[in-house]
């Protein structure tokens, strides 16, 4: 796709209604990107209204076909590349269905499609990384947590530790430094990577530091899929100060969640 010099449009689509890659992205790549968003209509009342603290199965039953269309539809044609930002819909959906949901969306839409856990893999992969160390909000919740794990293990990754993070209920409330001390004294020794689910998180201010402080490769929920969007366009997928996936002259295996 080529898309000259201008900024890469985005279309964010997503359950939930506290904000994420919406926030992040053009935070962390301004000018590179504009970004649209659009919530997908909640099928079951109350559904990720107010709060990122959505289970499983009400995730599963809010992310339809129609109701991504319906989402997506609000955005189209205006837009070069489809981001669904939702870590724990991967983690509810579990793989294969997050793969076929993906498909599904690029060829109804005929755009690039890209989803935050695929994206993760796609990052791992590329890096050549096994063992990797999880942490997700407190607001996943004990069952979004385990799933999380599962759905690395299921991928073939080493979850040599996972952990639901004592911080902030509230995503407003946690900081940079929160995040940075409380992964940076926890962390596994056996990790290669650091995980951050979570794209209502907004934990991309925390990379830098944590790579520093750690010496490993950090991926945040919002930080990756933003490689991921970039690569899917043919764009640089370079945005100083968020960590070694954005940095210049890192290699890349192309390995896309695209069909």
Do not use: K
Not at 53 to 67: F, I, K
Request: aromatic share 4%; glycine share 10%.
């Amino acid at each position: 796709m080529d898309i000259g010099d201008r900024p890469t449009r985005v279309g964010v689509l997503t359950p939930h209604a506290t904000p994420g890659a919406d926030a992040e992205l053009p935070e962390m790549a301004p000018g590179l990107v504009r970004v649209g968003t659009a919530r997908i209509r909640a099928a079951v009342p109350g559904v990720g209204v107010s709060r990122p603290r959505t289970p499983a199965g009400d995730l599963r039953a809010q992310v339809t076909p129609e109701a991504l269309d319906e989402a997506a539809a609000a955005l189209l044609p205006a837009v070069d590349v489809l981001a669904v930002a939702s870590t724990s819909l991967g983690y509810a959906l579990g793989h294969a269905a997050e793969y076929e949901l993906v498909g599904r969306l690029r060829a109804r839409w005929g755009v690039p499609v890209c989803t935050t856990s695929l994206s993760v893999v796609s990052a791992l992969r590329s890096r050549h990384v096994q063992r990797i160390s999880l942490v997700h909000p407190p607001w996943f919740g004990q069952s979004l947590h385990d799933l999380g794990s599962q759905y690395f293990r299921g991928q073939g990754f080493d979850v040599v530790d996972a952990r639901l993070a004592p911080l902030p209920d509230d995503p407003d409330q946690v900081e940079p430094a929160m995040v940075v001390e409380y992964v940076a004294q926890h962390l596994c020794s056996r990790a290669d990577a650091v995980v951050i689910g979570g794209n209502g998180f907004r934990a991309a201010r925390a990379i830098d530091a944590l790579e520093a402080r750690t010496g490993r490769l950090v991926l945040e929920a919002n930080q990756v899929l933003l490689w991921s969007v970039l690569r899917s366009v043919g764009a640089p997928t370079i945005a100083a100060g968020f960590g070694r996936m954005l940095g210049p002259g890192e290699s890349d295996g192309h390995t896309t969640n695209e069909r």
